[in-house]
């Protein structure tokens, strides 16, 4: 069986839609089936802050950025997407860079441009002062 960053994605997000209860978690201490346990999938993935640093797909211009939805259906709250690296031509990584800020510049409604850190926190939890005492 061939295991992708896609295959993974979609896994997470029908267990999500399905809210299918997962054994065996653990988080603060707590067991699957204690009071304090995550009684679902939907349940552990909004008390979750979920990261992925690589978007797994080549840095071009003409990428479908549609692709981005597969990430935010399966609850991802902030995904790192590449617009270059060492062995690609600097001035790709501009057009890169320009294509990718207007796309998502486009779809606020579904997308949020990253600019610090308090836009991770703000945006993507239930209330913005979850990590503030």
Sequence with gaps: MKINRRSVLA?????????????GV?????????????ANVTEFI???LVWDDHSGFGPVPDYDLEHLEDWRQAG????????????????????NLGAYITWLEKRTDRFLL???VDDVLEE?????DYFRS
């Design 46 to 48: 909004h008390d979750a």
């Design 114 to 116: 990253v600019r610090r």
């Design 11 to 23: 896994q997470i997000s029908a267990l999500v839609v399905a809210s299918e209860v997962l054994p």
């Design 26 to 38: 653990s988080r603060g201490g707590a067991t699957a089936g204690s009071s304090s346990a995550p």
């Design 76 to 95: 991802v709250n902030y995904l790192s997407i590449d617009v270059g690296y060492d062995v690609l031509d600097w001035e790709l990584a501009i057009k």
């Design 124 to 128: 993507n939890w239930p209330n913005g």
